[in-house]
């Protein structure tokens, strides 16, 4: 299993790169040669997951984007937590213009979790991979800065084990399920270059 998830993580790590260092298109041209990283603010209140997004302009109504979110905290003496890697590659459709009005997107996720003991004390890690939709809308702030709303889902194949608690290691249950869950409440601040 594991092979397979380092697999699977480079080969997104190599679409993700592949997207924002492609050397520059007429399309890019057109679209001034911008592009932006942002961060989602909303993230933070997620027990302080840290994250960033890259995006590039291929048309005048598409970007590449990709991001990756991080969060290696526990907190309190129950160990709450939301510890999770994630990386993500997608589009974004822009029917006005690229970083301005609404948006709809579209991407691949990959994430490896370990969450539990804010409710109860067990906790369940393991590994998700699947796609995820969304829309929003990016508000002009300035020449270089803007303020995007959104929401997304995701939805795909999830391999999970399942434990009492977050340190005793008794094992509850393991196996794989697909799933739908909410990806991301996006209130971002946007940098564009």
């Given at each position: 299993m594991q092979s397979r998830n380092h697999t699977f993580i480079m080969v997104l790590m190599a679409v993700a790169l592949a997207c924002i260092s492609e050397t520059e298109a007429p399309?890019?041209?057109?679209?001034?040669?911008?592009?932006?990283?942002s961060t989602n603010v909303a993230g933070y209140a997620n027990l302080l997951t840290l994250n960033a997004?890259?995006?590039?302009?291929?048309?005048?109504?598409?970007t590449l984007n990709a991001g990756a979110k991080?969060?290696?905290?526990?907190?309190g003496k129950a160990e709450f937590r939301n510890k999770q890697q994630?990386?993500?590659a997608g589009m974004r459709y822009w029917p006005w213009h690229t970083y301005s009005g609404w948006w709809i997107n579209g991407k691949l996720q990959y994430q490896e979790f370990n969450a539990g003991?804010?409710?109860?004390?067990?906790?369940?890690?393991?590994?998700?991979?699947?796609?995820?939709?969304?829309?929003?809308?990016?508000?002009?702030v300035g020449k270089h800065f803007n303020v995007e709303f959104g929401a997304s889902l995701w939805g795909g194949m999830e391999w999970f084990t399942s434990y009492s608690c977050p340190v005793?290691?008794?094992?509850?249950e393991s196996g794989r399920k697909f799933f739908v869950l909410?990806?991301?409440?996006?209130?971002?601040?946007?940098?564009?270059?």
């Open positions: 399309a890019q041209r057109m679209a001034a040669g911008k592009g932006s990283i997004e890259a995006s590039v302009p291929v048309a005048r109504h598409w991080y969060n290696p905290f526990s907190f994630a990386y993500y003991g804010l409710r109860k004390a067990k906790t369940r890690e393991g590994d998700r991979a699947g796609l995820g939709l969304g829309a929003g809308f990016a508000y002009m005793c290691g008794d094992l509850e909410p990806c991301d409440i996006v209130i971002a601040i946007s940098y564009i270059f």
